[in-house]
Structures are given as structure tokens and as C-alpha cells.
């Protein structure tokens, strides 16, 4: 990420600005310099070990187990002593009547999502950003940050509650007004619906925080410049607040789109039930239900690998369309 | 601003258009948290039949007391307590030393571990690797399955890291150097005590994500006695399966007052978001500004 720019400062000038007492290191004396750089902060070392640990144990152990996709896992014979069978399991997955459905569910939510998710916290970021500060804005930004908050277990209730056929006050409110209530979360064609419309009320507040950092770094010179010849608050917002935060929403989009095959799956798997099944199941909550319900692991894991990799390449070519404009992760 | 020139009429239309937005979205993110709250402290029959639509009708707290009767929700609020306690001060131990020594430029290799750490972001093994080795290691239905796993987020670690690097000022650790000051105690004595606002963002997030998640739970723990308040809360509001000592309450001091057992069910389940929501819903207004702070830290680089 763009983080870590000025870590790519050369060694000498790194060199010179931490030591300043020290004289300019000789040159073919590079070694040294390399363990005196390393022993100079040696304790630095011991501050990140539990970090570096932590990600060695519980993230790059488990690529390791990942060669389980290629293999027959047995438990008792371990992962390295479990024979290999190639692609099978991919064969399997890719061959099942199940696999275009899920592909489509996984596809589909995110992209329903995306079109309604995303475009909605900028909105909401730019009518903040013309509201005086005072009691009204503070009080609109509290009221819809805090179901952010809101655990997902908790979400899901309310859904549940608030829908129900019998006693949910929206099923309620929508008779009340003459509309015919489908069984929402026994339909499935209203489950993502449900999901995503549940998703927006959950986090359309809290995502507007990040737009609301950017549009704090809008010139106002460029707005007097503006009320100076004539330009309209909506097209202030549009030609200058807007392009401001561009590059915010281009990375943020990215992060989205490359996140696209892990929609969250913990929410759908609340929701889920036999009857919306055939469009609630995503590869996510497929990868749970055969791994550690049903236990085949190793396909499991290739469904999981599957996805881990569409989302890599997701990833890259959007990163990459995104280079052109400028506005990349790295 | 600049407010000497006046305003236009299709400006004023405009704001008003804005504030008519905004009051919307307040309606709709307000009333079912309002909605909630009075269900909880109603009678069952007038919520289930829609007569209470806003403000509580035929007040009651028996919701509360089956709530508070009920031994299965105490054990996972003890549980989630404790693992909250406890997750958030191994997050804190590991975060912040780490997140300081990524943000110092004189720290050699540090390119590097932030790659290193970088990858995982963007992929990783999937779900049953991790699950092999958590339980190789031998942490299955133990409460260290639900905090290990979750030691440190890459995102708390950047933003942790975004902080020192742009509040320490290097002119500060180079005289610290000079008079002979360790990393060490420049870190202890020095920028710990400079970095109130981080710890506070740091322990906030993580403390939420331990207070609310359930998935680690749901895979890692086979012992119902060691479930926390999520996992319990799932089997009430999501299986709708009440914890057998709710059904004894009910038969044995309550059993007149409440007249179905899907009755005391909707009653219980107002309650129960409320009381275990309230100790999140009831800090955050206060540390509201704390919370925002944290995110707007992360997106000023990264």
C-alpha cells in the first residue's frame, strides 16, 4: 500500500538520519553496516516477533495446509503424509449441479451489494458535508453510526423478528398500507433483498466516516473561487467535493470488488434455511457446511481455494485498470 | 466559510432537499432501535398485534426477569466478558509494540514484514487449513481458539502504525538515543504515555470485535458451558430455541402472566438485545469520537 513510502528512503540517508552523531559509513564496509543497522535496534526485533509469530502461525501455516485441495486428507496420516489425487476435487466441485448456483448466489449478492451498498455512505458523506455543524448533524451522524455496533447475531434476530409472518412489525406496517407481504425469508427470491437491504441500514452511516475524513481536505479557496463565478451548491458538491474524495472511493472500490467472493458469509449463515437455500447458499457458507459439518476436508478446501483465488485475481485486474487512472493500492 | 454572498433560491431548495435526506435517513435508522426498546418493556400481546408501533404499551419488565432468570445467558455474558478482557489486552500487547516498530524508518526490514503481513489481507489458506491447525495445536473448545486466531487485525495494526508514525516526532527518539535511552524505555516511558488516543481506538475495536463475534465460536467450541453471549443469543433469536430454564420460570411464577409460549419467546427476545446490545449501544455515544478518530487515522494513508 502507499503506506509505506517513506521506508523506501535510501540506506545512507536512512543511515545518516538516525545516527547523526555517527560518522558517513566507508564505502566496501557494507556488512558491517547491514548487522550494525540490525543490532543498533535489536529490541525492534523483539516488538514485532509476537506479531510476525502470530501471522506465521495462523496465516501462513494454513497456506501451507492448503496442498490438503490436491490431496486425499486423512487426519490420522497428517497433511504431508495424505497422498496426492491432482485435481479431483476440483473436478468434482467444478462437474456438481450445485457449482453455477453457488457461483451465481456468491456473484450476485455481492454485486446487488456493491450497487446499493456502496453508492450510498458517498451520498450520505456529501449531504453531511453541506449541513453546519451543530446539534442536527451531530445528532444524525450518532443515530446512524451506532448500528455499526450492532453484533450480527443480533441483526439477524431482528430481522427474523421484524419479518415474521405473524407478529413482524414491517410485515405489519406493509399490510397496513395495502402491500402484499411475500415470506421474505422464506422466499428465495427476496433473500438478498433482505440481506442487503439489513446491510445498508446496518453500514451505510459508519462508511460515510472515511468520506467525511477526505472532504475535511477540500480547498475552500476552490469553493469561494466557485461562489465567486456563479457556481450552484450542487454543482460545488458535484465539481468540487466529489472529485476531491475520488481517489478514497477508487480504493475503497477496489477493496470491495477484490473482497467480492467473501460476502459475508457469517450474516447469510443466520439467515439461511431450507427454503431460501437455493438462494442464500454462497461458496463461503458451502466451504463451512462440507468442511466442519460434514467433514470432507480436502474438498473443502479446494472450494475454499477456489475462491481465495478469483478473489486474488479480482484483485490485480482491478488494480491494475485502476493504475491507468492513478489511483492504485500499490 | 464564506457566507457574505448571498444565497440563491435554488441553493435554499437544495439545503432543504439535503436536510429532508438526512432527517430520512435518521427516521430510518432510529426507529427500529426505538422500536426495539419499547417491544422490550411491553406486553407481548400488544407488540405481537401491532398496537404498539412506537411508544410501550401496558408496561412490563418480565422480559428483563426471564432475562435475568435465565442461567444460560449469565454464563455467556461471564464468558464473553472474559474473553473480551482478556482478547483485548493480548490484541493490545501485540499491536502496539509491533505497530511501532513498523512505523519507525530506521528499522531495518521493515519492507518487508509489511508485505509479509500485507499478503495475508488479500489471501489466505481458508477456512479448514486454519481450523487443522488450531486444532493441532490443540486449542479446540478452548477459550484461547477464540482470542489466538484473532491476536492481530491488519487493519488495527496499520492504523496503530499510521499514529506513530505521524505523532512521535523523530526529534524526540534521536535525543532519547543520544542520552542514552533503550527502545525499550523510549517506548515504555515515552511514547506509550504520548499515545493515549491509539490505545483507546485499539482497545475499542478490538473489544467490540470480541464482544460481538460468534463465527470462532460456532466452529471452534463443542462445550455449551463455555459459550459466549453470542453463540447463546444465536440459539434464542436465531433457532428460537429457549434455554430450558426459561420454560421452568415460566411454569412455575409466571405461568398465569404469560399466555403462549411464543409470547414469552417475543418478550425474551426484545430483552435479550437490549441487554446484551446496551453495554456497546450505551459507552459508544461517548466514545463516539474516539471511534471515528481510529477510522480516520487508517484512511489518512493505507
Known amino acids: 500500500m502507499k503506506a509505506s513510502v517513506p521506508a523506501q528512503a535510501s540506506p545512507e540517508s536512512a543511515t545518516t538520519r538516525s545516527h547523526p552523531k555517527r560518522n558517513s559509513p566507508q564505502p566496501g564496509r557494507k556488512r558491517n553496516q547491514w548487522r550494525r543497522r540490525i543490532m543498533h535496534n535489536w529490541e525492534l526485533y523483539l516488538f514485532i516477533a509476537p506479531c510476525l509469530l502470530y501471522f506465521f502461525v495462523f496465516h501462513y501455516l494454513p497456506m501451507y495446509g492448503i496442498q490438503i485441495a490436491f490431496k486425499n486428507f486423512l487426519p490420522t496420516k497428517g497433511i504431508t503424509g495424505s497422498e496426492w489425487i491432482g485435481f479431483d476435487h476440483f473436478e468434482r466441485f467444478f462437474n456438481s449441479y450445485y457449482f453455477w448456483d453457488l457461483l451465481w448466489n456468491t456473484f450476485s449478492i455481492s454485486l446487488y451489494e456493491l450497487a446499493v451498498g456502496f453508492p450510498l455512505p458517498i451520498i450520505l458523506a456529501l449531504a453531511f458535508n453541506e449541513v453546519k455543524d451543530g446539534l442536527f448533524k451531530r445528532g444524525v451522524q450518532t443515530v446512524t453510526y451506532a448500528p455499526h455496533f450492532i453484533s450480527l447475531v443480533v441483526m439477524a434476530g431482528m430481522i427474523i423478528t ?47 466516516i472515511i468520506y467525511l475524513a477526505a472532504l475535511a481536505g477540500v480547498d475552500p479557496q476552490l469553493h469561494e473561487a466557485a461562489i465567486v463565478d456563479g ?25 470491495n470488488v477484490g473482497n467480492m467472493l467473501s460476502v459475508g458469509y457469517e450474516k447469510i449463515l443466520l439467515l439461511q434455511n431450507s427454503l431460501n437455500m437455493e438462494s442464500s ?27 481465495s483465488v478469483i478473489n486474488a485475481i ?6 491494475r485498470i485502476a493504475k491507468r487512472t492513478g489511483n492504485s493500492l500499490w | 466559510m464564506v457566507s457574505a454572498i ?39 400481546k400488544f407488540v405481537n398485534s401491532g398496537e404498539m408501533w412506537l411508544w410501550p404499551k401496558g408496561l412490563t419488565l418480565d422480559g428483563y426477569r426471564l432475562v435475568f432468570d435465565n442461567a444460560k445467558i449469565w454464563t455467556g455474558y461471564g464468558n464473553t466478558i472474559l474473553y473480551t478482557a482478556i482478547g483485548t489486552l493480548i490484541n493490545l500487547a501485540i499491536t502496539l509494540p509491533a505497530a511501532y516498530a513498523l512505523s519507525r524508518s530506521d528499522f531495518y526490514g521493515r519492507n518487508l514484514f509489511m508485505i509479509l503481513i500485507l499478503i495475508t489481507m488479500f489471501f489466505n489458506g481458508g477456512l479448514v487449513p486454519l481450523y487443522l ?29 499510521t499514529f ?13 538515543h543520544i542520552d542514552g535511552c533503550t527502545n525499550l524505555r523510549l517506548f515504555v516511558r515515552i511514547v506509550l504515555p504520548l499515545s493515549a488516543p491509539i490505545i483507546a481506538v485499539m482497545a ?8 460481538n463475534s460468534y463465527f470462532t465460536a460456532l466452529i471452534y467450541l463443542n462445550d455449551e458451558s463455555k459459550y459466549p453471549l453470542q453463540m447463546v443469543l444465536r440459539q434464542i433469536l436465531v433457532l428460537q430455541q429457549m434455554g430450558s430454564e426459561t420454560n421452568e420460570a415460566l411454569s412455575s411464577d409466571m405461568a398465569a402472566a404469560a399466555a403462549s409460549k411464543a409470547e414469552v419467546a417475543s418478550l425474551v427476545k426484545y430483552a435479550v438485545i437490549i441487554v446484551s446490545t446496551l453495554p456497546v449501544i450505551a459507552v459508544y455515544p461517548f466514545l463516539q469520537r474516539y471511534f471515528v478518530q481510529g477510522v480516520m487515522i487508517g484512511s489518512v494513508k493505507g
Open chain 1, 162 to 208: 421484524f419479518l415474521s409472518p405473524s407478529s413482524g412489525i414491517l410485515i405489519r406496517m406493509l399490510e397496513g398500507i395495502g402491500i402484499d407481504t411475500p415470506a421474505f425469508l422464506e422466499d428465495p427470491r427476496w433473500f438478498k433483498t433482505v440481506y442487503v437491504v439489513s446491510g445498508v441500514w446496518q453500514s451505510t452511516g459508519w462508511g460515510t
Open chain 1, 231 to 255: 457556481a450552484s451548491r450542487l454543482r460545488r458538491v458535484l465539481h468540487i467535493n466529489l472529485p476531491t474524495i475520488v481517489p478514497t472511493i477508487s480504493i475503497l472500490l477496489i477493496l
Open chain 1, 281 to 307: 447458499d454462497v461458496i463461503a457458507t458451502f466451504v463451512y457446511r462440507t468442511g466442519l459439518v460434514n467433514n470432507q476436508l480436502s474438498f473443502s478446501t479446494a472450494v475454499g481455494l477456489f475462491n
Open chain 1, 314 to 319: 479480482l484483485l490485480v485486474t482491478l488494480n
Open chain 2, 6 to 44: 448571498k444565497e440563491s433560491r435554488g441553493d435554499k431548495v437544495f439545503l432543504v432537499l439535503v436536510y429532508l435526506f438526512l432527517s430520512a435517513a435518521l427516521l430510518v435508522v432510529l426507529y427500529p432501535l426505538l422500536y426495539m426498546i419499547s417491544a422490550s418493556i411491553s406486553t407481548p
Open chain 2, 133 to 161: 491447525v488450531v486444532k493441532d495445536l490443540g486449542l479446540i473448545n478452548s477459550m484461547w481458539a477464540l482470542i489466538l486466531p484473532v491476536s492481530v487485525t491488519v487493519w488495527n495494526l496499520i492504523v496503530a502504525r
Open chain 2, 164 to 176: 506513530f508514525q505521524s505523532t512521535i516526532p523523530r526529534e524526540l527518539q534521536e535525543a532519547a
Open chain 2, 204 to 211: 475499542l475495536f478490538y473489544g467490540v470485535m470480541h464482544w
